[in-house]
């Protein structure tokens, strides 16, 4: 079984937005057992829309497609759809109602360009679309079979859980079981490194992803036998995982980073606050960027000046002069100072030097210092990160999660 991908959207092709629909839809075939072979992206143009898809329907059993479902005039996907296939376009009156319904109920009026969200090539099985006004629609080009979905994000990844997926079963021969191992704070050239003989020794396929700062690996087993093969991915990942070791594998999934410092924190009972400096609330922001963090987290102090160090988390003055604002010990002192003004059971705290100026030779660009406190010790790294000023400040974020990690796991360093 051989998927494609197709984008429709001069916004795409002029790099105005991101194409994340493919990638999501990519990693979600290959988890349903579907391998995705091509992958494109082409402006809302007729003649290139309806020669892309006619190509396409000769070389793939699977054609997914996001965009050009909505009511203005550079929005042609049906229409082309059904000269391709040489049937009239036929308005449905159910998903006519059911825009005008959606629209009364955030008090707009259906205007006449929105009328034509309704209209699908003849013959084509309409797909709802829960989450907005342009419904998508399924046909058969050639060998192929194609959907059709809008391309916003939400809108696309509900309408293909609910409708495209279930199709999609009968299609799948030979089972593809893919398990994602979540890791931090190895090299992905050392992370191979370490894994070198898993693929040949277990049968399987390691892919790698890099998300800054973050490497996932991912696990792939092919074979006839799902059982069979779930089995040979599972020991596999068993391997990378003992490889890797516990300080670098922090899961496995969808699971982030963050994520995983929640669980920890919410299993031990802890409730988290930060005082950051050179990362300016990056760490907090990290935190809390998906749903579930108030179960652990309480605040932050962004204590970017001296003075705030000093009247915020008591950092003392004596101490700025003697070791300035980024050492070690204005690192422990934030922290500890945290653990009090936000009344919380564990605190991190970072300092440092983020560029692209402000370095000197005794403390270049890129020197972090940052700590961890709790009520019964406080531990406290330096590292000199590389990159740009955005990759040092997401580095210091990851950084000090990474020492937390350690902390809640192992305790204070002896």
Request: proline share 4%; charged share 20%; aromatic share 4%.
């Amino acid at each position: 079984m051989s998927a494609a991908i197709l984008a429709i959207g001069t916004e795409i092709t002029r790099g105005e937005i991101v194409n994340t629909n493919a990638s999501w839809l990519a990693d979600t075939l290959v988890g349903l057992g579907l391998e995705v072979t091509a992958m494109e992206a082409i402006p809302d143009d007729k003649a290139q829309i309806v020669a892309t898809l006619r190509r396409l329907s000769t070389e793939h059993q699977l054609i997914l497609c996001t965009g050009g479902l909505g009511p203005t005039t550079d929005d042609m996907t049906s229409e082309c759809v059904a000269t391709l296939l040489g049937v009239p376009l036929v308005r449905d009156a159910a998903s006519l109602e059911a825009i005008r319904e959606r629209m009364a109920r955030f008090g707009r009026t259906m205007a006449t360009s929105n009328e034509k969200q309704a209209d699908f090539p003849q013959g084509a099985q309409v797909l709802e679309n829960r989450k907005g006004t342009a419904p998508g629609f399924g046909v058969s080009i050639g060998k192929a079979r194609a959907f059709f979905m809008p391309g916003v994000p939400r809108e696309m990844k509900t309408m293909f859980t609910e409708s495209v997926s279930p199709e999609l079963s009968p299609l799948v021969t030979d089972a593809i079981v893919q398990i994602r191992v979540k890791t931090f704070g190895m090299p992905e050239s050392s992370v191979n490194d370490r894994l070198s003989g898993v693929e040949s020794e277990h049968d399987v396929a390691l892919a790698y992803r890099a998300h800054f700062p973050e490497i996932e690996v991912k696990v792939v087993a092919r074979g006839a036998d799902r059982t069979a093969t779930e089995k040979r991915a599972r020991a596999a990942a068993d391997a990378v995982i003992e490889r890797l070791g516990p300080d670098v594998v922090y899961g496995e999934g969808a699971i982030t980073f963050p994520e995983a410092i929640g669980e920890l924190l919410q299993a031990a009972g802890l409730r988290l606050g930060t005082a950051e400096s050179c990362t300016g609330g990056l760490v907090a922001e990290v935190i809390t960027e998906r749903g579930g963090a108030s179960a652990f987290f309480d605040g932050a102090i962004v204590s970017y000046a001296n003075h705030v160090k000093t009247s915020r988390l008591g950092v003392s003055k004596e101490l700025l002069a003697a070791h300035g604002a980024v050492s070690a010990e204005t690192a422990r002192a934030m922290a500890q100072g945290a653990l009090d003004a936000l009344g919380v059971d564990v605190a991190v705290a970072t300092t440092g030097i983020a560029g692209p100026t402000g370095g000197s030779s005794e403390k270049p660009v890129g020197l972090v210092h940052f700590a961890v406190a709790d009520h019964k010790g406080v531990s406290d790294r330096q590292m000199r990160f590389p990159g740009s000023r955005e990759q040092v400040r997401k580095l210091s974020a990851f950084a000090v999660l990474a020492l937390l990690r350690n902390v809640l796991r192992n305790g204070h360093d002896a």
